[in-house]
């Protein structure tokens, strides 16, 4: 979401981090798989320059974004919590990972919040145009 407004830069490192997402728990489910392939469909630009394969240093991805202007920062974190709860499977590894990107970018917790209840608000909508559509 929004990673249109990402420079081409960033959106590689995004998806460095996107990809860390996904494998921190281990293999990557078929919903993190379908959330990953529509973030990368959103980024079609940087096709041919990136080789879906984790950084050797995630924490200098991590913080090639602590400087980024505050947009960037919470476009990046607001689709890492779409990753993290595509599956609704909470997951200690992803969280604690998301607390380090939340510090890092220093996004304080109602800014946090905010970002979250977007992912909520979305995931509603599409339950209830699904509904919609099968009645």
């Given amino acids: 979401m929004f990673l249109s407004y990402l420079s081409k830069k960033e959106k590689l490192k995004f998806l460095d981090l ?28 940087v096709k041919e320059e990136y080789s879906f394969t984790r950084t050797a240093s995630i924490d200098e991805t991590i913080e090639f974004f602590k400087d980024a202007n505050p947009v960037v920062r919470n476009i990046v974190y607001l689709n890492l919590v779409t990753i993290s709860m595509e599956d609704d499977l909470y997951n200690t590894s992803e969280m604690l990972f998301l607390e380090k990107i939340q ?12 970002l979250i209840k977007i992912v909520y608000d979305e995931r509603d909508l599409r339950e209830k145009a699904a509904r919609v559509i099968k009645s």
């Fill in 103 to 114: 510090k890092t970018f220093k996004i304080n917790d109602e800014k946090r919040r905010d």
């Fill in 18 to 45: 996107a990809i860390y997402m996904v494998d921190i728990d281990g293999e990557p489910t078929i919903f993190e798989k379908r959330i990953l392939n529509k973030m990368f469909a959103e980024v079609t630009d």
